[in-house]
C-alpha cells in the first residue's frame, strides 16, 4: 500500500467538473494505487505542471547556437540613438517614496 503524506496547511481548493466516466475512472485508478482520486490527481498533475513550468523558462540550444549566443555577448554594444533618447525621457511612473 503506498503511504500517501497530506501536506499541513493546504487552504486552496480547485474544482473540475468531469463526466461520470471520467470521474469512475479516476476513481478507479486512485483504488488501484490505494490513494484517494484527490491525492491521485495531484501526484499526476503536479509534477506535469512543473514539467511545463520548468520547460517554459528554460532556453535549449544546440552547441553552435550556444556558441554563436556567446559571441554575440561578448561583441561591443552598438549605440541606438532611439534607444538613447527614450531612456533619457522623463519617467511617467515612479517606484517608492514621492
Do not use: C, N
Not at 499541513?8 to 469512475?24: A, P
Request: no cysteine; glycine share 4%; aromatic share 6%.
Amino acid at each position: 500500500m503506498k503511504e500517501v503524506v497530506i501536506a499541513s496547511g493546504k487552504t486552496e481548493r480547485i474544482e473540475v467538473r468531469v463526466s461520470e466516466r471520467d470521474q469512475e475512472l479516476l476513481r478507479e485508478a486512485a483504488e488501484a494505487e490505494h490513494m484517494t482520486v484527490s491525492a491521485f490527481i495531484l501526484s499526476t498533475v503536479v509534477p506535469r505542471a512543473q514539467e511545463v513550468v520548468h520547460r517554459s523558462r528554460d532556453i535549449r540550444m544546440s552547441a553552435e547556437a550556444y556558441e554563436q549566443f556567446l559571441g554575440e555577448l561578448d561583441r561591443p554594444a552598438e549605440d541606438v540613438p532611439a534607444l538613447r533618447e527614450l531612456f533619457a525621457r522623463p519617467r511617467r511612473i515612479h517606484f517608492g517614496a514621492t
